[in-house]
């Protein structure tokens, strides 16, 4: 049994979506609703929450690629929380489908040059460093923040995802790419688990690699 208050905040989205609004703040809302339904076992709610996020966060332009994305007024703060609300919307709706099973994804996938968030410390400090940001092409052993190595692990799961689930024809090159992504997630394992110790809180991206 759901709880009232989760009840009400679905229906207060609902009248939101019905009026029209949508923002930044109402999109982040709904993440919310999405870690709710999943840590309580709701994955049939969570899968079509994360959908009705992911055209959301489409509608206000947060998907790579978006002109909207680069506004003549944003700051460089506010382009980073708008690239991290995406990344969240894009890894979330990995990990739904892979406990579900499902190889249809709410968001497309990430290009190989698509930035990642930027080191956790500097974005809570909203200090953000002038360096090259790293993207998906990055190699592992290039350090990057906790966030951004959720992303590149999701993208993976994705690959993962479609591999088992919407398997190619070709039976030779879909054992070629089976031995590639096993290889590339299980190199990730020690240094998931490094860097697990070094935060010391729960890593999402070492969970989802082994599961």
Known sequence: MVSSLYTTVKTSMSLLEATGYNSLDTIQCRLLVVLYEMGH??????????????????????????????????????????????????????????????????????????????????????????TVRANLSTPAAFKVGQFARECQVSHLVGRVVRHVFNPISDPNFHADEAAQLERTLMSLVPLLTEEELKFRNYCGALAMCVR
């Open 41 to 130: 076992g709701l994955y049939p709610a969570a899968s079509i929450s994360i959908g009705a996020c992911a055209r959301a966060a489409r509608n206000m332009g947060l998907h790579p690629g978006s002109l909207e994305a680069a506004e003549p007024t944003s700051t460089e703060v506010i382009d980073e929380e708008r690239r991290r609300t995406w990344w969240a919307v894009h890894n979330l709706d990995r990990f739904i489908n892979l406990y579900g099973g499902d190889a249809v994804f709410a968001t497309e996938d990430a290009n190989i040059e698509d930035p990642l968030p930027a080191e956790d410390g500097s974005w809570s400090q909203n200090a953000l460093p002038d």
